[in-house]
């Protein structure tokens, strides 16, 4: 069964898929789909970079995402609403070329795609989104709709 992850269990807008299977040869990836249903999950390659870090914070004006992604240009990061009210964040970090006389002592360095949404609360205005980029942290800031306060009216009492 897919569920949601928390990786945060305050965070109620993520829509992360978590599938308990992967990795198992029974598991949503199987051919043996009659008897597991197929779950949406990520390849191989992708796993390395899908868990792309963002942290998201709520200011009285804006809500602000913050998303690690050291080494990649603003060209190689798309930020989209989807339905009206899900803010995806999403990118790819290629391969390095890897040269016929080079030796590889290690790699550590993930490469693949990421992806990353969010369900935003009702009073964000999509449409006027920023983003900005500076030294690997994009920055993604949804402004609030003011929350107008209820008129309060006065009635007077008789007798």
């Known amino acids: 069964m897919s569920l949601i992850r928390r990786s945060n269990v305050f965070d109620p807008f993520s829509l992360d898929l978590w599938d308990p299977f992967e990795g198992f040869p029974f598991g949503s990836g199987s051919s043996n789909s009659s008897l597991f249903p197929s779950f949406p999950r990520t390849s191989s390659e992708t796993a390395a970079f899908a868990g792309a870090r963002i942290d998201w914070k709520e200011t009285p004006e804006a809500h602000v995402f913050k998303a690690d992604v050291p080494g990649l240009k603003k060209e190689e990061v798309k930020v989209e609403v989807e339905k009206g009210n899900i803010l995806q964040i999403s990118g790819e970090r290629n391969k390095e070329q890897e040269e016929k006389t080079d030796t590889w002592h290690r790699v550590e360095r993930s490469s693949g795609r990421f992806l990353r949404r969010f369900r935003l609360p009702e009073n964000a205005k999509t449409e006027h989104i920023r983003a900005a980029m500076e030294n690997g942290v ?11 306060k209820p008129e309060v009216k006065s009635i007077q009492i008789s007798g």
């Open 138 to 148: 994009l920055t993604v800031t949804v402004p609030k709709e003011e929350v107008k």
